[in-house]
């Protein structure tokens, strides 16, 4: 089974990075995680890094509500990265939200791969790993 080599969470919820870095780890499924507590921090990290495609997230795990720059807002400045056409990165958004709004919008965002429920589940990120 191929694996992701990085993946990164965009949360600041701590509990829920606790208990996905404890799946993740426990799947053995991510070579290296990296946490930002808001998508300001995880933005300015991409564009510090456009010309540095290793250290890219191959995954991102967005969370919709955090304080600085929420998940909506990182997810319209990152639609004018200029990413390298050989480099996805594969967004999914990662939300306690039961929102059908929020779900609509999610899956209705051209840069968004699926809307997750939180808690991300072993099963979960077993199918995310066979998709990509």
Known sequence: MSSIKNLTLIDDDEVFIYLTRKTLNKTNLVDHIRVFENGLEALNFIKN???NQDELPEVIFLDLSMPIMDGWQFLQEFSKLKLDPKKTITIYICSSSISPDD?????SNSEVSDFIFKPIT?????DIVDRL
């Open 49 to 51: 890094n456009l010309d």
């Open 103 to 107: 779900v609509a919008r999610a899956k």
């Open 122 to 126: 072993a099963e979960k990120l077993y």
